[in-house]
């Protein structure tokens, strides 16, 4: 079956201007979360949506920074007024709503680079 | 505040060696470990896991181990094959089903 899709899997942006980043995790899973991955360092977790509970936005690095789910499934990112530090691989996953095991499925990234 | 730590950048290792990774871990109230491997231009991919309850776990090649009084884990693989070659983060679970990962360790398995 199709895996967490991500687009665009690359953006150049100017600094100053919005950006939008979309993810489509995989059927039927009610959790996503979007991290970040800056150049040499781990995953930085940033938002987590689970079903319909308010999501948690604790990891938000400003403002600047928002997200919505819509119908459960496809989620936006959406960063405003983008910044130089801003650049780096944004990757979402999603984990199904049984099974033992948290594996967090995770989409291919997308790569924002901000001049 | 680096909950979940992974104090070596790299690691090569002789193919037909085993390759031992390592992550340290602050907080107590995790209750589930696990290892990812990433591959460059993919998102990373789930490897095995532990339960907090349980000190090791196998699968084929991959065993992870768990030392809860020392917050330590370790990732074997044994025998290494090239294709092993990646980036392993070590992540763990917290309160809500947040996720913490360290910044991991860069594998080189050496034909």
């Known amino acids: 079956g199709a895996g967490v899709s991500q687009s665009p899997s690359n953006k150049v942006t100017e600094k100053g201007k919005d950006v939008e980043l979309r993810c489509d995790p995989i059927?039927?899973?009610?959790?996503l979360y979007w991290y970040r991955q800056s150049l040499g360092q781990g995953l930085e977790f940033l938002i987590y949506?689970?079903?319909?509970?308010?999501?948690?936005k604790s990891g938000l690095p400003s403002d600047r920074f928002s997200a919505e789910r819509t119908g459960g499934s496809v989620s936006t990112l959406t960063i405003q007024r983008t910044q130089q530090e801003d650049s780096a691989v944004y990757l979402c996953a999603s984990i199904p709503t049984s099974g033992e095991v948290p594996e967090q499925y995770f989409g291919p990234g997308t790569r924002l680079t901000v001049t | 505040d680096q909950q979940v730590k992974q104090n070596s950048p790299s690691l090569s290792v002789q193919e037909g060696r085993i390759s031992i990774l390592n992550c340290d871990y602050t907080n107590s109230m995790f209750d589930y470990f696990l290892w990812y491997k990433k591959y460059p231009a993919e998102g990373p991919t789930f490897l095995i896991s532990?339960?907090?309850?349980?000190d090791k776990n196998e699968d084929g090649r991959f065993t992870v181990f768990l030392n809860k009084s020392a917050k330590h884990l370790s990732l074997h693989i044994v025998p290494s094959q090239p294709g092993d070659s990646a980036v392993y983060f070590c992540a763990a679970r917290g309160y809500g089903q947040n996720f913490v990962f360290g910044p991991g360790t860069r594998l080189s398995v050496l034909p």
């Open positions: 059927s039927g899973h009610t959790a």
């Open positions: 949506f689970q079903g319909n509970s308010a999501p948690d």
């Open positions: 532990i339960s907090s309850i349980k």
